[in-house]
């Protein structure tokens, strides 16, 4: 047991005792990048959070006829001038998205854990991501992709400028790979509050106990007015609230989304909070241990967030399908007035259960008319 252990925490061992594969040591793929740039927003006015300018553009990471196994192992942004190539302050971003449809991913990897089609949020704090070298997000290239950006500005109510989002997308070609790559899926956990009487996203309180599942989400308010989540009791709760000036603690059972279906490591942790954050931590309720704290580091001369803790590690922190976890966000409103607040998690944890795509018959699919091919979900913004 203590072998286990240790081969884990050197990450040769996943938590059932398997071996890891990665990429060969010293065999590096070339990493590739796409780079979309946005279009141009103005900012003449404050805008909060999910208030300013937004936009889409379609991703396509490689260009040809081909359908490739590609592997996503990177993503940065950078907010610049809205003519020129001169780099702005991360204050105008709100976020920049990387999403695509869940079904369609489901149709080149049917095996694929639970996803929400969400790949990156990127947002104050970290304009980047990088994977443990030899891990990556298994696509295809053929793969509809598309990227969300929005502007936001909470401080300078005379502003008048436009400013871009630049985006660059890294990947590799599984056909450059020698040996394995790691494959990872991303899991979200996010911060809710209750908007009625209830407590638990998607739990009755008499199917609960209480004693193993800890504090359900306290009341609150709603950021913006209708913005709700509904569980399948009819339960509203929301991911977008109000806190009010001072110090607000929120406690919410995240197991249900965290969905596991087995035992796994995560290898990349990035959190998304709004100003005024001071942590977010994951906890196991089961083992009573810290899985991952992440500390907020805010800006010094005006309100923002200069930097948020992410984790990084080929060695991988364990996960368990049978134990139940609970995400922690901690806000002090040093204002004098109600500020929005989101808590989001995003863990990118390994896919013991893997399995390459047909690229044969994906290549075939390919060649189908665009009218045949389903129509795009609407497009709203959202983290």
Request: net charge negative.
């Given at each position: 047991m203590v072998l286990s252990l240790l081969l884990v925490g050197c990450g040769l061992l996943?938590?059932?005792?398997?071996?890891?594969?990665?990429?060969?040591?010293?065999?590096?793929?070339?990493?590739?990048?796409?780079t979309v740039v946005s279009q141009p927003y103005h900012i003449d006015k404050l805008y909060a959070s999910m208030r300013g300018p937004y936009g889409f553009d379609d991703v396509r990471l490689l260009e040809g006829?081909?359908?490739?196994?590609?592997?996503?192992?990177?993503?940065?942004?950078?907010?610049?001038?809205?003519?020129?190539?001169?780099?702005?302050?991360?204050?105008?971003?709100?976020?920049?998205?990387?999403?695509?449809?869940?079904?369609?991913?489901?149709?080149?990897?049917?095996?694929?854990?639970?996803?929400?089609?969400?790949?990156?949020?990127?947002?104050?704090?970290?304009?980047?991501?990088?994977?443990?070298?030899?891990?990556?997000?298994?696509?295809?290239?053929?793969?509809?992709?598309?990227?969300?950006?929005?502007?936001?500005?909470?401080?300078?109510?005379?502003?008048?400028?436009?400013?871009?989002?630049?985006?660059?997308?890294?990947?590799?070609r599984d056909s450059e790979v020698e040996g394995e790559m790691v494959p990872l899926f991303q899991g979200a956990v996010e911060g809710f509050k209750a908007l009625g009487e209830a407590r638990f996203y998607g739990f009755s309180d008499d199917e609960l106990d209480h004693d193993e599942l800890g504090p359900g989400?306290?009341?609150?308010?709603?950021?913006?007015?209708?913005?709700?989540?509904?569980?399948?009791?009819?339960?509203?709760?929301?991911?977008?609230?109000?806190?009010?000036?001072?110090?607000?603690?929120?406690r919410t059972n995240v197991t249900r989304f965290l969905n596991l279906q087995f035992d796994t490591t995560a290898h990349y942790i990035a959190v998304?909070?709004?100003?005024?954050?001071?942590?977010?931590?994951?906890?196991?309720?089961?083992?009573g241990e810290v899985v991952y704290d992440a500390r907020v580091t805010p800006t010094s001369d005006r309100v923002g967030i200069e930097r948020i803790d992410h984790y990084s590690d080929s060695r991988g922190l364990p996960l368990y399908k049978d134990h139940q976890y609970e995400l922690v966000s901690v806000y002090n409103n040093t204002s004098d007035k109600d500020v929005d607040s989101m808590a989001v998690m995003y863990l990118y944890m390994r896919d013991l259960k893997f399995k390459r795509p047909d690229l044969r018959a994906l290549q075939s699919a390919s060649g189908e008319p665009e009218a045949s091919k389903a129509p795009k979900a609407s497009r709203e913004p959202s983290m």
């Open positions: 996943d938590p059932q005792g398997h071996a890891v594969a990665g990429a060969e040591p010293g065999k590096t793929p070339i990493v590739h990048t796409q006829d081909s359908v490739e196994l590609l592997w996503i192992v990177g993503y940065r942004t950078t907010v610049i001038e809205g003519a020129g190539p001169g780099e702005l302050s991360q204050e105008f971003m709100c976020h920049a998205n990387l999403d695509f449809e869940a079904s369609d991913y489901y149709d080149r990897f049917p095996g694929a854990p639970p996803i929400s089609g969400r790949v990156f949020t990127l947002s104050q704090g970290q304009q980047e991501i990088r994977f443990p070298e030899g891990f990556g997000i298994p696509v295809t290239s053929d793969l509809p992709i598309t990227l969300a950006t929005q502007v936001l500005n909470l401080t300078l109510p005379e502003a008048r400028l436009d400013v871009r989002h630049k985006v660059d997308v890294l990947f590799v989400c306290s009341l609150g308010q709603a950021a913006v007015a209708g913005d709700a989540d509904e569980d399948r009791l009819g339960q509203k709760f929301t991911a977008h609230w109000v806190v009010p000036p001072g110090r607000e603690v929120n998304h909070l709004h100003p005024f954050a001071e942590r977010l931590t994951l906890n196991d309720l089961t083992t």
